[in-house]
């Protein structure tokens, strides 16, 4: 879980970061004249995407049948 935890953190980082240079890039075109929020629209989607991309690469690459738990031990079966 510590591991998950620490991942998630630079993750998290490094979009923070993408985002900046996104936003940054976005207020210096043409002179500084983009507006704001304009910029921030363009990192939000930016980075955005780019975590949909890894995440559907992460999901595809995971072997057939990983996403089934087993059973824990001395579970009871409920009819419904």
Avoid at 33 to 61: C, D, I, R, S, Y
């Amino acid at each position: 879980m510590g591991t998950l935890m620490l991942l998630r953190q630079i993750g998290a980082s490094i979009a923070l970061a993408a985002a900046a240079t996104v936003y940054a890039a976005g207020t210096a075109h043409a002179g500084g004249t983009a507006p704001a929020a304009t910029a921030n629209g363009h990192a939000v989607f930016a980075v955005t995407l780019a975590g949909t991309v890894v995440a559907a690469g992460a999901l595809v690459a995971l072997p057939r049948g990983t996403g089934r738990l087993p059973a824990p031990p001395g579970a009871v079966a409920v009819a419904v």
